[in-house]
């Protein structure tokens, strides 16, 4: 079991930057990444950070946003810089954990309660 909380979110102008946290706890997490939801469009992967420390960004972000951890919290980060209004929207924290025992060959995913990102133009 995996419970996700998360924080961060608020309304910032063009330009500006933000820094969403979410704070994890449970076993066996494999992986861990935001996805962004806009309003009436499909969930997608902004960034994520495996176990060993590996990244990965969407293209619309590389370079803006930079993905984190810190072990001792046991907390993920995702810093956003040069915010554009097309980063509005639900910003949630996902989390990937392996099955143990007779479950190795099997992932299960997990969810944050999401927190709202609104960037004016």
């Known amino acids: 079991q995996v419970q996700l909380v998360e924080s961060g979110g608020g309304l910032v102008q063009a330009g500006g930057f933000l820094r969403l946290s979410c704070a994890a706890s449970?076993?066996?997490?494999?992986?861990m990444a935001w996805y962004h939801q806009a309003p009436g469009k499909q969930r997608e992967l902004v960034a994520a950070?495996?176990?060993?420390?590996?990244?990965n960004y969407a293209d619309s972000v590389k370079g803006r946003f930079t993905i984190s951890r810190d072990n001792a919290k046991n907390t993920v980060y995702l810093q956003m810089n040069s915010l554009r209004p097309d980063d509005t929207g639900v910003y949630y924290c996902?989390?990937?954990?392996?099955?143990?025992?007779?479950?190795?060959?099997?992932?299960?995913?997990?969810w944050g309660q999401g927190t709202q990102v609104t960037v004016s133009s």
């Open positions: 950070i495996t176990s060993g420390g590996s990244t």
């Open positions: 996902n989390a990937k954990q392996r099955g143990s025992g007779s479950d190795y060959l099997v992932t299960y995913d997990f």
């Open positions: 449970g076993s066996n997490i494999v992986r």
